[in-house]
């Protein structure tokens, strides 16, 4: 009889052990892209990752599979749901700009006082100046004046991306009627951040972000060549990154110490609903 009651403590604490070994239980779904490329989309949601969970990439098919935890899954559904979306339209304004050590400027134009300060040249003078609307994906291109041309093969999106992984809480912490979509349109008006850790303000912060690329920007002059034909000739070419509202200058002269040079400047403004001044 002895023998048996020792026994039952055992299988009891055998099946504890089995149990806190046994790993949380995972899914696995797939999510097909629309308007991103798989390559962006994983890098976004390795962040989401556990230590346990998994991602594959299926570029040909543009999916993404993920296995993981629930709390998970459930997060990079809505995350992948406000990510992968359309181009947004915008309007890239930009003025060319001729510096010089010589002294005076053309009346009535006078350049912002911040580039006035990075570039001290004595005078500047507005060559021209244009406004070009983007579908938000498609090449761009605009004559500044007579004279001059900018040119871009391709508009793109970029997220910037924190180094290190951010933690998902478990969902049973909040009520389990929200959604990770409502907790995320919540986060955009809660001030100061979620007190309990949870990363919707992080997740805002990372798709609020998003920079516009202007892949090889070039500007360039027009120019006569033999035979009355016209050629162009490249003053500069650059990837350009902008934020919406944000001011970027490029500038190109001869030499580093030549007495004149030519600034691009260029501006990245929302397009305006219709009927809006």
Request: glycine content about 6%; cysteine-free.
């Amino acid at each position: 009889m002895r023998s048996r009651t020792s026994i039952l403590p055992m299988l009891l604490l055998l099946a504890a052990v089995a149990a806190a070994g046994e790993p949380p239980p995972t899914v696995v779904k797939s999510f097909n892209l629309k308007h991103r490329t798989v390559t962006e989309a994983s890098q976004l949601v390795q962040l989401f990752l556990s230590q346990t969970g998994s991602l594959t990439v299926h570029p040909q098919q543009e999916l993404v599979t993920v296995q993981d935890s629930p709390e998970v899954i459930a997060l990079v559904s809505d995350l992948l749901k406000a990510y992968d979306t359309p181009p947004v339209p915008f309007v890239l304004q930009l003025e060319l700009w001729q510096a010089s050590n010589e002294q005076g400027t053309s009346k009535g134009e006078s350049v912002d006082p911040r580039v006035r300060r990075l570039f001290q040249y004595a005078s500047f003078r507005k060559v021209a100046q244009a406004r070009v609307e983007s579908d938000g994906s498609s090449p761009l291109h605009a004559d500044l004046g007579p004279a001059y041309l900018v040119r871009s093969t391709a508009v793109q999106r970029r997220l910037q991306l924190p180094r290190y992984p951010i933690k998902v809480p478990q969902q049973t912490a909040t009520p389990a009627a929200t959604s990770w979509a409502g907790r995320l349109k919540a986060a955009k008006k809660a001030t100061p951040p979620n007190a309990a850790g949870y990363p919707e303000r992080q997740i805002h912060r990372l798709l609020s972000k998003e920079r516009i690329v202007l892949q090889n920007l070039s500007l360039e002059r027009r120019e006569e060549a033999p035979g009355g034909t016209e050629r162009l000739h490249q003053v500069l070419r650059s990837n350009v990154v902008l934020s919406l509202g944000q001011r970027v200058v490029l500038g190109a002269s001869a030499a580093e110490d030549s007495g004149r040079a030519l600034l691009l400047i260029l501006k990245v403004q929302p397009v305006k609903p219709r009927g809006t001044s």
